[in-house]
Nanobody
Framework: QVQLEESGGGLVQSGGSLTLTCTGSRSILPFDAVGWYRQAPGSERELVASISSGFNSNYADSVKGRFTISRGGSKNTMYLQMNSLKPEVTAVYYC???????????????WGQGTLVTVSS
């Protein structure tokens, strides 16, 4: 079982930047899809950015051009670079990986516990 942990959240002023890190207890390279989600107070969790098995990046329309998802140099990590932040993106951000570690391994859908990003006006 892979465990995920997010880090890098915090308080920033509008227009600032943050980089979130997702670190796995083991390699996350075998997973078919990895991504970042967020959940704002009173809202449902939504996809922010993801990388498919074909290594194509996908972004929510609201963050295109400002957020970048990437794999880290370490095979255990992935990142979300967030630029030009505005109060509307304030939320708890979660990393997620889905897939199998081997042919006969069970399908996994793993989430971190989240990291809070707060953008002040």
């Amino acid at each position: 079982q892979v465990q995920l942990e997010e880090s890098g959240g915090g308080l920033v002023q509008s227009g600032g930047s943050l980089t979130l890190t997702c670190t796995g207890s083991r390699s996350i390279l075998p997973f078919d899809a990895v991504g970042w989600y967020r959940q704002a107070p009173g809202s449902e969790r939504e996809l922010v950015a993801s990388i498919s098995s074909g290594f194509n990046s996908n972004y929510a329309d609201s963050v295109k051009g400002r957020f970048t998802i990437s794999r880290g140099g370490s095979k255990n990590t992935m990142y979300l670079q967030m630029n030009s932040l505005k109060p509307e993106v304030t939320a708890v951000y979660y990393c997620n990986v889905r897939g199998r570690l081997c042919i006969k391994c069970p399908y996994l859908d793993i989430w971190g516990q989240g990291t809070l990003v707060t953008v002040s006006s």
